[in-house]
């Protein structure tokens, strides 16, 4: 069965969203768009020649026309911060990139399923849900998908335990503003919290947990890793292969992506991250944990974070 997916934007993200779907066999076409045709070229025919050891796959760069057909869009394009730029600048820039790049996709790839990977990717998320004319089930921001991986990953390292076995989630904004439910974040079957009292751990320690700390290894990684190899493409890479997983998957899935809110928790007209059902149709619903109070308020202070960058920009 064909699988054919865009990736516009041939930088770090978008190279190795590519190789990860050829090492895995995900797709068997991507196309590949840059404003800077030659990186393009480069990029693909560097993955395209290890594809005789992986799963039969065309691999090739091209321009918007070569997007028809397209199950699957992936915009990775846009501007990084820098240093000194405000959070709303960026936001303006890289607005004003999805706004160029919007008309011309839309047009050869009218039925395909869009993810947003660009920062602020809630923004950008809202913004094209807004000027594209297309259905919101067929719009997907990567949101909190990478930070809830994060999460897992850092509770599996407090309990040595597989972090397949680690269901929490980090809901909100992908930024600053976004939260851990901790009342719903589940071990093994049990509460996290309540791992000590649940756990028969014979002679493995049993560490107190540090809620505060795991939140900030969430919020700091992605500096962090900038700081020592000057950028994070890996794990958003194989975070947004999982959502394109799950599109040519045969059932949903429940997934931390972002999405527009319709009411849920007493919000509205933003996009920010839930657990959004993802499946063959793109984002064709959600699930409501049952969020304390203080949960809730946690959420909708992230959604008026949101809605403050987004009246500030000119979309």
């Not at 800077?36 to 005789?52: F, S």
Request: charge should be negative; charged fraction near 20%.
């Amino acid at each position: 069965m064909s699988r054919k997916v865009t990736i516009i934007g041939a930088g770090s993200v978008g190279s190795t969203i590519t190789y990860t779907m050829a090492v895995t066999g995900l797709a068997t076409e991507v196309v590949m768009i840059d404003v800077n045709t030659e990186k393009a070229l480069g990029e693909a025919m560097d993955v395209r020649q290890g594809t005789p050891f992986c799963s039969p796959m065309k691999i090739y760069a091209g321009t918007y026309e070569d997007a028809k057909g397209s199950d699957v869009v992936i915009i990775t394009s846009g501007m990084p911060r820098t240093a000194g730029q405000s959070r709303i600048d960026l936001a303006q820039t890289n607005v004003d990139v999805i706004k160029q790049i919007t008309p011309e996709i839309v047009k050869h790839a009218p039925n395909a399923i869009y993810i947003f990977v660009s920062n602020p990717v809630d923004v950008l998320t809202y913004t094209f849900c807004k000027i594209s004319g297309l259905p919101e089930r067929q719009i997907i921001g990567s949101g909190t998908i990478l930070d809830t991986a994060r999460l897992r990953t850092r509770i599996a390292e407090y309990l040595s335990l597989s972090q397949r076995n680690v269901h929490a989630y980090v809901l909100g904004e992908h930024g600053d503003s976004s939260f851990v439910p901790w009342s719903i974040a589940q071990v093994g079957s049990v509460n996290f919290l309540d791992y000590k009292k649940r756990f028969n751990c014979k002679d493995m320690l049993q560490p107190d947990i540090d809620t505060e700390e795991i939140e900030q290894y969430i919020r700091t990684s992605g500096s962090k890793i900038i700081g020592r190899k000057g950028a994070t493409f890996y794990a958003i890479a194989i975070s947004v292969c999982t959502i394109v997983e799950c599109i040519f998957g045969s059932v949903n899935t429940a997934i931390t992506v972002s999405s527009m809110m319709h009411g849920e928790y007493g919000i509205d007209d933003v996009c920010l991250s839930i657990p959004f059902l993802v499946g063959p149709d793109g984002g064709c619903g959600n699930v409501l944990p049952p969020l304390k109070d203080e949960e809730v308020l946690k959420l909708r202070h992230s959604a008026d974070v949101l809605k403050g960058v987004i009246k500030q920009i000119n979309i």
